[in-house]
């Protein structure tokens, strides 16, 4: 809970007056999350504008081509343009407005965004297997997202094919010096900004309105997953976050989340940079890598396993 550094000692409270002090801590809360909103509207708007100013001055483009080129998904001569300006709106986006966030709210800053190491035992060995495991998990929910009869009028609303060329376009690769820039525009920065903003400061306060830790957990997955318009994805995409979302809560580390994160955007960078040369990566490029229900079991099992070892840990340490 954000707010515990200033809760009063609840023994002493009556029961009329620990409800009326729960609702107030609750419309708190919401004040928050409503404050964190209207920061998050007016830096997407202010680092949109200054990133089209400076894109323009770095690359060499006229001003009034900018606006036409960043909803253009056919342009594939602009994609340098189109990363550059990317990373810069969504770190505004997603980074500015969770530290303004802190500093309206006098939040110190490490007692959300949870910059430190995690206390469970061997959680840097059981990573890598919870990721392998979750990407099998992922892949099984995307082949039941795509056999989802969705209206054409949602997949408008989302906007999902334009997305998607957008990303490809952007994930296009010729030599190592494209793959690296990708790995640090399309893997990296979005790990970073996105669980800054949504496991570090959307999650806790979800958490603390409705004083309930798996409901938080649950509407920000749910939240992130619509935020990336992709209709399409959007079981695989609300699973990861879930994973996610758990993961920060037992942990009270986000090095643990931006790791996986960054593994699970490197994954599809590495799919398309040897696609010709991989059949796995080329069906993982196509959406076409589907486990069966064995190793979908098998690996959701893991997951369970890992994560029942990671809460026992978590209570251990809260017993210290």
């Not at 007056?17 to 997407?44: H, K, P, T, V, W």
């Not at 504008?49 to 253009?72: C, K, R, T």
């Amino acid at each position: 809970m954000i707010y515990h550094q200033f809760l009063p000692n609840l023994h002493f409270l009556n029961r009329n007056n620990l409800q009326n002090y729960n609702e107030q801590n609750r419309i708190q809360y919401f004040a928050d999350i409503l404050i964190l909103i209207g920061l998050l509207f007016i830096s997407a708007i202010v680092f949109s504008l200054l990133g089209a100013l400076i894109s323009s001055a770095l690359f060499h483009i006229p001003l009034s081509d900018v606006m036409n080129l960043i909803g253009n998904t056919s342009d594939t001569a602009n994609v340098g343009f189109l990363k550059f300006y990317n990373a810069f709106a969504t770190f505004g986006a997603w980074v500015v407005s969770a530290f303004l966030f802190t500093q309206v709210r006098s939040y110190k800053v490490n007692s959300l965004w949870k910059f430190q190491l995690p206390k469970v035992r061997f959680i840097w060995a059981l990573l890598p297997v919870l990721f392998i495991s979750a990407v099998v998990v992922s892949a099984y929910l995307l082949n039941l997202n795509e056999r989802l009869p969705i209206p054409v009028s949602v997949r408008s609303f989302f906007n999902s094919a334009n997305s998607a060329k957008m990303l490809e376009n952007m994930l296009q690769m010729n030599n190592n010096l494209d793959l690296f820039i990708n790995i640090i525009c399309i893997a990296l920065f979005p790990a970073l900004f996105e669980e800054i903003f949504f496991r570090g400061t959307l999650q806790p306060l979800f958490s603390g309105f409705f004083q309930n830790h798996h409901v938080g957990i649950w509407l920000c997955s749910l939240t992130f997953a619509l935020v990336h318009l992709n209709i399409d994805q959007v079981m695989p995409m609300m699973f990861l976050a879930l994973v996610l979302g758990y993961l920060f809560y037992y942990t009270k580390s986000i090095y643990t989340n931006i790791l996986i994160h960054f593994l699970n955007n490197s994954l599809a960078i590495f799919a398309y940079f040897y696609q010709h040369n991989s059949e796995i990566a080329k069906q993982v490029v196509e959406d076409k890598f589907t486990p069966n229900m064995l190793s979908f079991v098998l690996c959701s099992g893991i997951i369970i396993t890992i994560f029942v070892f990671i809460i026992k840990q978590h209570k251990l340490s809260n017993n210290e």
